[in-house]
């Protein structure tokens, strides 16, 4: 009896020793993992939300979120920065990623921005257009001309002949609201959606011209992702009719 028993016990420690060996060489699932994204800072209050529904819809799955100037992540991926998906303000940010060879297929366009003016709540200024960003008695901020943000600034004033003087240049439209949240701005260009995330703390002032510069925003799978598949599976939830519906609440256009 004795025999038997150890001949037994052989046995389960052989099986459970081949187990552990075969499961290394499992790729990794795409129900699990954790996946990095590289995303605008403008998108900061819809992808955290797609998030937590991604994550909920994947158990076993982690969404960690990097937001920044598009230019600025572009910048940290080339220099070897690891992330699965990225997503861009702008379609020229990501003409840079994909000559970069950073990409596994094709972006996919999924919302539309353009451009307000945010000011002071009560508007003390009386800003009613963008030809008001010149007054001299303004103190504008602005994104700086390689964030995308900043890039729709400059076809505007193109487009109008008007030329600004900011008082600063900022690298994320998130910091350009903040300074007019802080009282260090009269006014800023920002997106609508960050006007309309910021509620009552500052007021938004639309303008016509904007509609020379809509912003489409591009999301990709990156070539060095690790878990592709669930990569995909991400992306596949902002272009889903969900993420649109999450997108638009958020007051994001159809690209």
């Known amino acids: 009896m004795r025999r038997i028993g150890r001949i037994a ?3 389960v420690l052989l099986a459970s020793i081949s187990g552990c060996g075969s499961s290394g060489d499992q790729p990794a699932s795409a129900e699990g993992g954790t996946l ?3 995303a605008a800072a403008s998108l900061r209050e819809v992808f955290t939300e797609l998030g937590e529904r991604f994550e909920a ?7 960690e979120f990097s ?4 230019s600025t992540l572009v910048t940290q991926l080339q220099h070897g920065a690891a992330a699965d998906v990225f997503a861009a303000a702008d379609t020229a940010t990501m003409d ?7 990409l596994a297929g094709s972006p996919v366009g999924f919302a539309a921005n353009t451009l307000t003016i945010a000011v002071a709540p009560g508007n003390p200024k009386g800003i009613t257009g963008f030809r008001d960003l010149a007054r001299t008695d303004v103190a504008v901020v602005v994104c700086a001309p390689q964030v995308p943000c900043g890039a729709a600034a400059e076809t505007i004033e193109r487009a109008t002949g008007v030329r600004l003087n900011p008082v600063s240049e900022e690298f994320q439209v998130s910091d350009v609201l903040g300074k007019v949240i ?3 701005a009269d006014a800023g260009l920002v997106y609508v959606t960050d006007a309309r995330a910021a509620g009552d703390r500052v007021g938004a002032v639309g303008f016509p011209e904007s509609a ?3 912003n489409t925003y591009p999301i990709a799978v990156l070539k060095q992702s690790g878990n592709a598949e669930l990569a995909q599976r991400f992306v596949e939830l902002v272009l889903s009719d969900d993420g649109r519906k999450v997108l638009s609440a958020a007051g994001f256009a159809q690209p």
């Open 9 to 11: 016990a052989l046995a």
């Open 36 to 38: 990095t994204v590289f």
């Open 57 to 63: 819809a994947h158990p076993g799955s982690a969404v």
């Open 67 to 70: 937001f920044a100037g598009s």
């Open 96 to 102: 840079k990623a994909a000559e970069a060879g950073l």
């Open 182 to 184: 802080a009282g260090e």
């Open 212 to 214: 020379d510069a809509v």
